[in-house]
Structures are given as structure tokens and as C-alpha cells.
């Protein structure tokens, strides 16, 4: 991957802002906190790029965007519907960068917000399937794979991973459903939407599982291949 260089010579490293979570608790609200979790930053910056938090206030997000090359929308604690202030502030969020033209990636809950944005329906329940077959929270860490996925073959992903099936880890009670302004190019065995591609003027990309842990080298290119679509969006401009 290129990078450019300023006039300080300082590398020019593509800058991928990053929504978090937000604590809510009893109190007032200068003691609530913004949270995402270490991995997801260590992700981005050892893909490549310089991860930043964007804080829920609608009146900045295009000036942060402004300097940003990508964008991705992180999870939160699965089963639970997030927090209006968050969902928002998401959605719009999400159709500034679609105008901006900026690379888009969803992870777990940012999948299923973006998924619903562009046509499809969010589902607050998993199909009722034998858990000992496949279970979609099957721990409270994502720290290994969980189940199998099977890839459209003529996706993106399955060009990245160089196959149509492999493994990933899940943490989510959540799902996207029907169909919208993408194409669903991943699934699990009981036929839970696993990733689709935004049928979009940029590159959009909803993953359901967490490949910010690197399990695998495919949860490792998927982030690759996203900051350096980010890296060639700079370099055109």
C-alpha cells in the first residue's frame, strides 16, 4: 500500500473515523463515556490506516468527514437495541458518507444499520434452529470461530479469500433481513444474512461477524482491502 507524504515529511496515512458506543448510566451526563473497544483500533492501524472516534454530533460530520478516507460503523452489545442518540446519529451519519463517496465498512450491529438504511429489515430475533447445529452468540467473546459461512462466488469477498466457504466467529441475537440497495454475498447454514455489498456509487461492505479480531487471514484482508480502498479514494483526489 502507497501512502503520501506532507510537507513535514510525515507519511500521509489514510484516516478511518470509527462510531462508538456510549455509556449510559445514572448521573449526570458529563460522567457518561464514549466507549469502542481497543481491537477495533489496532485492526485499522495495523491494516494500514489512523483510527479516530467520532463522537455523536451531527454538526461536525462534515468536517470529519472532510478528512477522512473511510468510515466504519462498529457493533454493540448484542441483544440490545442501541441507543436512539446512537441510531441517529448513525443514519445520518451513513447517508453523508454514501453522498461524500467515502468507503463504507459495517461491522455486526453497523452491518444491520446500514443493511436497513439501504432497503433491507431489521430482525430482533435469530431463526429457531437446533443451537447445538449453530449458535450465533455462542460465547461472550468472539475469540473463536463459531461457524461456517458460504460465499456468492462472484463477490468481492470470495475473490479476497480465494473461496466460497470458511469459518467466522459471531456475537449478535440481532440480523438483517429481505432485500435492499445491496446484494447479499454471504450466509450462514440457517441462512442468516453473514455479509452483503452495497449496490452503491461507493465501496460499501456489511460483515455480521468481528473481523477486527483477526482470526483469520481473511478477517485480516477484509480490513486491508478496506483501508486501502480508503488509501486510493485519497490518492485520486
Partial sequence: MTVSTQDT????LPVILMTPDLTIQPGPWSERQYVVR???MEAIRKAGGVPLILPYEEE???????????VVITGTTPGVEVEPQRRDFE???????????KPLLGICHGMQLIGELL????????????AEVISHKPSEIPD???????????????LLLGETKTSVNSLHLHRLSGEGR?????RAPDGVIEAFEGLTPTFCLGVQWHPEYGLTRFDQA???DFVARSTARHERL
Fill in 91 to 101: 443514519r445520518t451519519l451513513v447517508g453523508r458518507v454514501l453522498d461524500a463517496g
Fill in 119 to 130: 432497503g433491507g429489515t431489521f430482525v430482533a430475533a435469530l431463526p429457531k434452529t437446533d
Fill in 222 to 224: 477484509i480490513l486491508q
Fill in 60 to 70: 461536525t460530520i462534515d468536517a470529519a468527514l472532510a478528512l477522512a478516507d473511510g
Fill in 38 to 40: 481497543a481491537n477495533y
Fill in 182 to 186: 445491496f446484494r447479499v454475498v454471504a
Fill in 144 to 158: 473463536h470461530l463459531a461457524h461456517a459461512v458460504l460465499l456468492d462466488p462472484k463477490s468481492e469477498l470470495a
Fill in 9 to 12: 515529511g510525515v507519511p500521509r
